[in-house]
């Protein structure tokens, strides 16, 4: 499976960007879906997932009523939208797909074994 990310930009705070990712080589209708991003200097951290087919969506703290995961498996993508950005914001953020996920591990990093390439998202104060 290869995953192509798109839609990251510069934005003011307060300002929205959709985020979206492709799948291609496999469908990833039964996949967990997450995102995932890295600030400067920091490590890798989970945004949000959803959980295989059943859509269940988990997310981070720091994004929880900002940021909305969805997906449209008929088009094998994920989506990211995210409003209220604020400089904290600011990371390249990366899609992720996992056959193996289980609720318990559907926020890990380590669950996922697909990865895009990155899209740079910076918010500007």
């Known amino acids: 499976v290869q995953l192509q990310a798109c839609g990251g930009g510069l934005v003011q705070a307060g300002g929205s960007l959709r985020l979206s990712c492709v799948a291609s080589g496999r469908s990833s209708r039964n996949y967990s879906k997450a995102w995932f991003r890295q600030g400067p200097g920091k490590e890798r951290e989970f945004v949000a997932a959803?959980?295989?087919?059943?859509?269940?969506?988990y997310y981070a703290e720091s994004v929880k009523g900002r940021f909305t995961i969805s997906a449209d498996n008929a088009k094998n993508t994920v989506f990211l939208q995210l409003n209220s950005l604020t400089p904290e914001d600011t990371a390249v953020y990366y899609c992720?797909?996992?056959?193996?996920?289980?609720?318990?591990?559907?926020?890990?990093?380590?669950?996922?074994?697909?990865w895009g390439q990155g899209t740079l998202v910076t918010v500007s104060s």
């Open positions: 992720a797909l996992s056959e193996r996920a289980i609720l318990s591990t559907v926020t890990s990093r380590d669950a996922y074994n697909y």
């Open positions: 959803l959980f295989r087919s059943y859509g269940t969506a």
